[in-house]
């Protein structure tokens, strides 16, 4: 029985699902039903004749692909199993096995992750003849990172550094020359990363157009899904499946292009009515998520950004209670109001697992995450780990640890672990030496308790003398009466020694994790006393164990936290968007472009659309400063850009 589509759509949707061949771009707005127009088109090719066979669907995760198939096959008879659908690698490795030969490639070629790219690549290192010890080369989880950003923006090296990671600015020629030496490796081992089975299909596809054609002529119409997250080389192997026919539909959102820094393209979805001309465009704008009221807000947050497709999303539910915006005293204050807010949502009838609070960036959450944890409230975190379970933030805290205790064992251990050829056994050998040494050490130099660290530099294996000596001297810095209990100073201290340097070359989000370092230091200004602040992160680490048991039985009933850039495609029945202040919300270095600035609003954009029923805008009027005293902060432009009739104004000040 044929479906009946004017039934199951409404009229935005419609249109667009019995659109006429040719090349189509759907603009879906959040809330607006786009898997289920992409699956009604599907449904509808099908009925017009188009074989199962002859369809490719493209997604970005096997998981919307098979929710998209398996809803068409309960809308007819027929094996979805049929359609080529899935992400755009799964496809390309179809392909490339069927052709691996024409690149020089064996058909049983090797996909690596990407833990396999980062040893081939540390690998690569000494082959390319670089020394690493007398300047910090960036790792293998960074290089992987630079190599990717290359193949899938359509740079060179020397701009992916320049641009992201110019910290690594003066060995660029180093770099470069780790690359070759992988490409060559790979193709010697017959393998590919994630990367090159994108690259490696679009080098295909252009150096032997006829296989191009081949699979333009097996594919008589192409769906694309999330199209605003492309990035280059998927828009170009989208190009070459279409080339003879151009039957393409592309959907997504424009307001929702929230992924440059990983290589997507926003002048994709922007320019394909340029790229395919005579291409027509469909809006779908009735929202099924939201209130009017939150609606409202959204539609004119994004309104400021110049380089979109207008839009209006339309409520389909009733009216709701308008947002609310909460100016809190401090980040403190922040905390303690969003805790108390989600218990007395969760009293009114809502449930923990209807609630998210998001924000920009991971650190962001960390004075939450302390105040929910004290209130024994359960959380989820879907933005990375606890904060202090962060490897570089138990690193250096490590070196405030040994600072107030020369016996703490784990602290020690933690450090020298991370020093060339320090290993496990050679960490406890020299533990146990500089045990025996103690009591030398305290006879030769009465005033520094670090002493017997500079006695036992020669027992470090070679490669890590330095290191260690560099490590020496830090100690008894730290160790110092001036400054041994002042946590705050000692973490800058730890950071300027050489830490931070090791966060540029071990992690390619050295950034981010420099900022929750930041963080920790601001905390600790709080506290007198270097041990009144490792006893707080020991009991807050502690209590973090046991944080979803005793509020609910149920292991569904904790509280979402999340980034922005983590929670889009989720929604929530109430959403706090905390942290909204200018240089946090949006982010300082992201505004400085215009282009930077318009992806920050779209991912406001995006963080609003995730509430269902109610929205709490929240920001601190005063943070702490590395000056050691209170800073004002603007609130974020994009509150300020809202008129006062589409939000409620809370009041400062209440007590939480």
Same mark, same amino acid.
């Given at each position: 029985?044929?479906? =009946?589509?004017?039934?199951?759509?409404?009229?935005?949707?419609?249109?667009?699902?019995?659109?006429?061949?040719?090349?189509?771009?759907?603009?879906?707005?959040?809330?607006?039903?786009?898997?289920?127009?992409?699956?009604?088109?599907?449904?509808?090719?099908?009925?017009?004749?188009?074989?199962?066979?002859?369809?490719?669907?493209?997604?970005?995760?096997?998981?919307?692909?098979?929710?998209?198939?398996?809803?068409?096959?309960?809308?007819?008879?027929?094996?979805?199993?049929?359609?080529?659908?899935?992400?755009?690698?799964?496809?390309?490795?179809?392909?490339?096995?069927?052709?691996?030969?024409?690149?020089?490639?064996?058909?049983?070629?090797? !996909?690596?992750?990407?833990?396999?790219?980062?040893?081939?690549?540390?690998?690569?290192?000494?082959?390319?003849?670089?020394?690493?010890? =007398?300047?910090?080369?960036?790792?293998?989880?960074?290089?992987?990172?630079?190599?990717?950003?290359?193949?899938?923006?359509?740079?060179?090296?020397?701009?992916?550094?320049?641009?992201?990671?110019?910290?690594?600015?003066?060995?660029?020629?180093?770099?470069?020359?780790?690359?070759?030496?992988?490409?060559?490796?790979?193709?010697?081992?017959?393998?590919?990363?994630?990367?090159?089975?994108?690259?490696?299909?679009?080098?295909?596809?252009?150096?032997?157009?006829?296989?191009?054609?081949?699979?333009?002529?097996?594919?008589?119409?192409?769906?694309?899904?999330?199209?605003?997250?492309?990035?280059?080389?998927?828009?170009?192997?989208?190009?070459?499946?279409?080339?003879?026919?151009?039957?393409?539909?592309?959907?997504?959102?424009?307001?929702?292009?929230?992924?440059?820094?990983?290589?997507?393209?926003?002048?994709?979805?922007?320019?394909?009515?340029?790229?395919?001309?005579?291409?027509?465009?469909?809006?779908?704008?009735?929202?099924?998520?939201?209130?009017?009221?939150?609606?409202?807000?959204?539609?004119?947050?994004?309104?400021?950004?110049?380089?979109?497709?207008?839009?209006?999303?339309?409520?389909?539910?009733?009216?709701?209670?308008?947002?609310?915006?909460?100016?809190?005293?401090?980040?403190?204050?922040?905390?303690?109001?969003?805790?108390?807010?989600?218990?007395?949502?969760?009293?009114?009838?809502?449930?923990?697992?209807?609630?998210?609070?998001?924000?920009?960036?991971?650190?962001?959450?960390?004075?939450?995450?302390?105040?929910?944890?004290?209130?024994?409230?359960?959380?989820? !975190?879907?933005?990375?780990?606890?904060?202090?379970?962060?490897?570089? !933030?138990?690193?250096?805290?490590?070196?405030?640890?040994?600072?107030?205790?020369?016996? =703490?064992?784990?602290?020690?251990?933690?450090?020298?672990?991370?020093?060339?050829?320090?290993?496990?056994?050679?960490?406890?050998?020299?533990?146990?030496?500089?045990?025996?040494?103690?009591?030398?050490?305290?006879?030769?130099?009465?005033?520094?308790?670090?002493?017997?660290?500079?006695?036992?530099?020669?027992?470090?294996?070679?490669?890590?003398?330095?290191?260690?000596?560099?490590?020496?001297?830090?100690?008894?810095?730290?160790?110092?009466?001036?400054?041994?209990?002042?946590?705050?100073?000692?973490?800058?201290?730890?950071?300027?020694?050489?830490?931070?340097?090791?966060?540029?070359?071990?992690?390619?989000?050295?950034?981010?994790?420099?900022?929750?370092?930041?963080?920790?230091?601001?905390?600790?200004?709080?506290?007198?006393?270097?041990?009144?602040?490792?006893?707080?992160?020991?009991?807050?680490?502690?209590?973090?164990?046991?944080?979803?048991?005793?509020?609910?039985?149920?292991?569904?009933?904790?509280?979402?936290?999340?980034?922005?850039?983590?929670?889009?495609?989720?929604?929530?029945?109430?959403?706090?968007?905390?942290?909204?202040?200018?240089?946090?919300?949006?982010?300082?270095?992201?505004?400085?472009?215009?282009?930077?600035?318009?992806?920050?609003?779209?991912?406001?954009?995006?963080?609003?659309?995730?509430?269902?029923?109610?929205?709490?805008?929240?920001?601190?009027?005063?943070?702490?400063?590395?000056?050691?005293?209170?800073?004002?902060?603007?609130?974020?432009?994009?509150?300020?850009?809202?008129?006062?009739?589409?939000?409620?104004?809370?009041?400062?000040?209440?007590?939480?």
């Amino acid at each position: 029985m044929p479906i =009946d589509y004017a039934k199951e759509l409404n009229e935005q949707q419609l249109a667009a699902v019995q659109a006429e061949p040719g090349p189509v771009l759907v603009i879906a707005g959040a809330g607006s039903g786009k898997t289920r127009t992409l699956t009604y088109r599907v449904a509808y090719l099908l009925e017009q004749g188009v074989s199962p066979d002859r369809l490719l669907l493209l997604t970005f995760t096997n998981k919307a692909a098979r929710e998209m198939l398996g809803r068409v096959g309960l809308l007819m008879p027929l094996d979805s199993s049929l359609i080529w659908g899935g992400t755009f690698h799964s496809v390309a490795n179809r392909l490339l096995r069927r052709h691996a030969s024409m690149l020089g490639y064996q058909s049983n070629y090797a !996909i690596m992750d990407r833990d396999d790219a980062r040893d081939v690549i540390n690998a690569c290192i000494p082959a390319a003849g670089i020394q690493v010890k =007398d300047k910090r080369f960036p790792k293998g989880d960074v290089l992987v990172e630079i190599f990717s950003l290359a193949v899938n923006t359509g740079r060179s090296i020397d701009e992916v550094v320049r641009q992201q990671y110019a910290h690594f600015s003066e060995q660029i020629e180093s770099i470069r020359a780790v690359q070759q030496h992988y490409v060559k490796r790979k193709k010697l081992n017959n393998s590919m990363d994630y990367d090159d089975l994108l690259s490696n299909l679009l080098c295909l596809f252009k150096s032997h157009p006829d296989v191009a054609d081949v699979y333009g002529r097996q594919f008589q119409s192409v769906l694309v899904d999330e199209y605003q997250d492309t990035n280059r080389v998927q828009s170009e192997i989208v190009d070459c499946f279409v080339k003879g026919h151009r039957n393409v539909m592309v959907v997504g959102d424009d307001a929702q292009s929230i992924y440059s820094w990983r290589g997507a393209n926003f002048a994709n979805i922007m320019d394909f009515p340029k790229r395919y001309a005579g291409a027509k465009v469909f809006k779908i704008e009735f929202n099924y998520r939201s209130t009017p009221q939150i609606l409202d807000l959204a539609n004119h947050s994004i309104s400021a950004n110049v380089r979109q497709f207008a839009k209006n999303l339309a409520a389909v539910k009733p009216g709701g209670l308008k947002p609310r915006i909460m100016p809190a005293m401090n980040t403190s204050t922040q905390a303690a109001f969003v805790a108390a807010q989600l218990l007395e949502l969760r009293d009114q009838g809502i449930p923990l697992a209807g609630m998210a609070v998001l924000y920009r960036s991971h650190f962001h959450s960390m004075e939450l995450q302390m105040e929910l944890t004290r209130r024994n409230i359960p959380f989820d !975190i879907t933005s990375g780990l606890r904060f202090f379970e962060q490897a570089h !933030i138990k690193d250096v805290t490590a070196y405030v640890k040994l600072a107030i205790n020369p016996m =703490d064992e784990m602290a020690f251990r933690r450090i020298v672990l991370r020093m060339p050829k320090v290993g496990g056994a050679t960490a406890a050998k020299l533990w146990g030496k500089r045990v025996d040494l103690r009591e030398t050490a305290a006879a030769q130099f009465p005033d520094q308790p670090m002493a017997c660290l500079k006695l036992l530099a020669g027992d470090a294996p070679k490669p890590a003398r330095d290191e260690w000596n560099r490590f020496a001297m830090l100690m008894q810095q730290l160790a110092a009466p001036s400054v041994v209990n002042k946590p705050a100073e000692l973490i800058r201290l730890a950071m300027e020694a050489g830490y931070e340097d090791y966060l540029k070359s071990q992690y390619e989000n050295y950034a981010s994790r420099r900022e929750d370092l930041d963080q920790l230091a601001l905390y600790a200004q709080r506290f007198e006393k270097t041990e009144d602040f490792l006893a707080d992160l020991a009991l807050m680490t502690e209590v973090d164990v046991d944080a979803g048991r005793s509020m609910s039985e149920s292991p569904d009933e904790v509280v979402r936290l999340s980034t922005v850039h983590q929670a889009k495609g989720q929604e929530f029945r109430v959403v706090f968007v905390i942290w909204l202040a200018d240089g946090a919300f949006p982010n300082a270095r992201a505004i400085e472009s215009i282009d930077g600035e318009e992806e920050e609003r779209r991912l406001f954009y995006v963080a609003v659309t995730r509430a269902k029923d109610e929205l709490y805008l929240v920001y601190p009027q005063l943070r702490l400063s590395g000056n050691y005293g209170d800073a004002f902060q603007r609130p974020s432009r994009f509150l300020k850009e809202l008129p006062a009739h589409l939000y409620e104004k809370m009041e400062t000040g209440e007590e939480y």
